[in-house]
């Protein structure tokens, strides 16, 4: 069973271009979370969905993050423009919202912006 | 909002016992969870309490008391591979995780 599954893994782009990180949580789970990991500030929510609709977003740092989940299957993330302090590591993770309690992380997207 | 405290380095010999005290403050409780991570991984499940008293899986174990806002991870018979970060995360509304800064464990023979 497939677990999380994040793209691309490792991503360099320079400060200005805009950058788009992939989910696909595991089947049958219905949340969906884009956390942010840095050694400042720690691990942060950035925002989560449940059955496919934003329901707190209020870890999204400005504007120039974005997130999407079109469907059970797929999310984005987006950063346009990015900035040399975006550099972190992206983790998406899902959970089953009447299973039990445990999120399941995917393997994570390293992002550094020049 | 939420906080969270917890040591930020445990060093501990192989064989041992570690305890990883967290301490919170929220203004919306369900529960606490513990996360472990590898350097260079993901963080992975450990343990859930919703209720006070202790929860035992294996050599882990995981104690909550809501009343001190208190909880802490216990490992024992501890092993190289327990080398990790170990995060406690306040379960709030929406299945909503507020992440600790982490304790680093380190293992030595």
């Known amino acids: 069973d497939a677990g999380v599954i994040q793209s691309p893994r490792h991503e360099v782009t320079e400060m200005g271009q805009e950058v788009t990180l992939r989910c696909k949580p595991i089947?049958?789970?219905?949340?969906l979370f884009w956390y942010r990991q840095t050694m400042m500030r720690g691990l942060e929510l950035l925002i989560y969905?449940?059955?496919?609709?934003?329901?707190?977003d209020s870890g999204m740092p400005e504007d120039r993050f974005s997130a999407k989940m079109p469907n059970a299957s797929f999310s984005t993330l987006k950063i346009q423009p990015s900035e040399p302090r975006d550099s972190a590591v992206y983790f998406c993770?899902?959970?089953?919202?009447?299973?039990?309690?445990?999120?399941?992380f995917g393997p994570g997207t390293r992002l550094t912006v020049t | 909002g939420q906080s969270l405290e917890q040591p930020s380095e445990v060093t501990a010999v192989e064989g041992a016992i570690v305890q990883i005290n967290c301490t919170y403050q929220?203004?919306?409780?369900?529960?606490l969870s513990w996360y472990q991570q590898h350097d260079g991984g993901a963080p992975t499940f450990l343990s859930y309490?919703?209720?006070?008293g202790l929860e035992e899986t294996g050599r882990f174990s995981s104690f909550l008391s809501r009343s001190d806002s208190y909880g802490y991870l216990l490992l024992q018979e501890l092993q190289m591979k327990d080398s990790a970060s170990y995060f406690c995360?306040?379960?709030?509304?929406?299945?909503?995780?507020?992440f600790g800064t982490g304790t680093q464990l380190k293992v030595e023979l």
């Open positions: 995360a306040v379960k709030g509304g929406g299945n909503k995780l507020t």
């Open positions: 993770a899902s959970s089953f919202d009447t299973g039990g309690d445990e999120q399941y």
């Open positions: 309490n919703a209720l006070d």
């Open positions: 929220t203004s919306g409780f369900y529960g």
């Open positions: 969905f449940n059955n496919n609709v934003p329901i707190d």
């Open positions: 089947s049958g789970h219905n949340s």
